[in-house]
């Protein structure tokens, strides 16, 4: 079992940054990789980034060269620095892990809101 706990949205004028953090806790040792995702109003969920456990990244297109995931193991915690925000990039930001025991399983954070308008 997994729980994340993401944190750092907010309101952020256009141009701006915001950093995301997702906080991992139980059983840490089975995350496989960590993503992160987003869901706009009367859209469907989008991959945004993800990182796997040895620290190979992607990034998908409409982001890239403006988000950057990471890690710091050591805190068990995954971020996501959103730089040159856009109002296109507006929606509620989830984590997932994905772990691998005897099954692969997905585990969710609650979501945190990031607002881009002037």
């Excluded at 929606?91 to 997932?96: G, I, P, Q, S, T």
Aim: hydrophobic residues 30%; contains cysteine.
């Amino acid at each position: 079992q997994v729980q994340l706990v993401e944190s750092g949205g907010g309101l952020v004028q256009p141009g701006g940054s915001l950093r995301l953090s997702c906080a991992a806790s139980g059983s840490i040792f089975s995350i496989y990789a960590t993503g992160w995702y987003r869901q706009a109003p009367g859209k469907q969920r989008e991959l945004v980034a993800t990182i796997t456990s040895t620290g190979i990244t992607n990034t998908a297109d409409p982001v890239k060269g403006r988000f950057t995931i990471s890690r710091d193991h050591a805190k068990n915690t995954v971020y996501l620095q959103m730089n040159s925000l856009k109002p296109e990039d507006t929606a509620v930001y989830y984590c997932k892990a994905t772990t691998v025991t005897t099954t692969v399983s997905d585990y969710w954070g609650q979501g945190t809101q990031v607002t881009v308008s002037s």
